[in-house]
């Protein structure tokens, strides 16, 4: 989780498949999302999930593999 200020931004991730870091753009400008972007180093699908907190003016991006198992 990471906690994003301006409505466009680069930002250093790390790919949930294969571990290396890599660039991501960030556009909060639409508000709230929910989006696959490919992973430059291993061409997975990424999962972003772009939340806006209202009350605090700030947003929060979740990232994940979308592939993990619930029991």
């Known amino acids: 989780m990471e906690v994003i200020m301006k409505q466009f931004s680069h930002r250093t991730i790390v790919c949930p498949h294969c571990g290396q870091f890599v660039t991501a753009d960030i556009d ?35 990232i994940d593999a979308d592939d993990e198992q619930i029991f």
């Open 28 to 62: 909060a400008s639409n508000g709230a999302q929910d989006y696959y972007d490919e992973c430059s180093s291993c061409c997975n699908s990424i999962h972003f999930k772009l939340l806006h907190d209202q009350v605090h003016e700030k947003y929060e991006l979740f």
